[in-house]
């Protein structure tokens, strides 16, 4: 089994902004293997079951708010005795990331993102994480916590369907291989529609001195500006 945490907020009213992009892409995921989601109240989440490659896949959406979702992690993984090293994913937007790109670590601080810190004080650091970027030229006009919490933009939400295609391959190969020995897609695949994949190091923003392999893809230029 392994379990895939979205990062979002509860209720109805984060629908559709910047900080649920996480939630978007459950969604995504869940109506794609026609899975319905389910609230779990002693989990303090709704989650959803599907089946990738033969194996039992949790999505959770925790009802807790953004900042408090190391509650939900913990006692899923606990409950279900999950190894959150290699068989747990977590899944959020990021403001150091432009709109567009999709990054994956598999290991590493908050960087300043209170949902990993939330997972990182149950955690530890070592457990992988897909990044949704979600940056844009408003975000330094409006302010951090008014952008998260605004509503992506008509052109934007159009594109979200094409930026979860990137998002869902990360998923399957880590579903298929494990944490430890995924690749990240990173020499292997390089769809038409897509950049190159990237492999690099990200430099730790709080540590300063740690860096950690990263991997991204990002959409074509041409495919944001169409």
Do not use: W
Not at 105 to 130: H, M, T
Not at 172 to 180: A, H, L
Not at 198 to 215: A, L, Q
């Amino acid at each position: 089994m392994k379990i895939i945490l979205f990062q979002g907020n509860f209720p109805e009213k984060y629908n559709g902004t910047r900080h649920n992009a996480g939630f978007e892409f459950a969604d995504y995921l869940a109506k794609k293997n026609n899975a319905q989601f389910q609230e779990k109240p002693k989990f303090k989440a709704f989650i959803a079951e599907i089946s990738l490659f033969g194996e039992k896949v949790l999505l959770v959406k925790p009802t807790t708010f953004y900042n408090e979702t190391g509650f939900s992690a913990r006692s899923i993984c606990d409950f279900y005795k999950v190894d959150f090293r290699k068989d747990f994913l977590a899944v959020h937007d990021d403001l150091d990331l432009d709109f567009g790109v999709v990054r994956v670590r598999k290991s590493g601080s908050s960087a300043g993102n209170n949902g990993l810190k939330s997972l990182i004080s149950v955690f530890g650091e070592d457990f992988p994480r897909i990044k949704i970027g979600v940056a844009n030229e408003f975000l330094p006009i409006i302010g951090a916590m008014n952008f998260v919490l605004a509503k992506f933009s008509k052109s934007e939400s159009e594109k979200l369907p094409q930026i979860f295609e990137i998002c869902e391959d990360f998923v399957e190969e880590f579903n298929k291989r494990n944490e430890k020995k995924i690749k990240f897609l990173a020499d292997e695949y390089a769809p038409s529609k897509f950049i190159r994949a990237v492999k690099g190091h990200e430099e730790d923003r709080e540590g300063g001195d740690r860096c950690h392999i990263c991997y991204e893809m990002r959409l074509d230029s041409s495919a944001l500006k169409a």
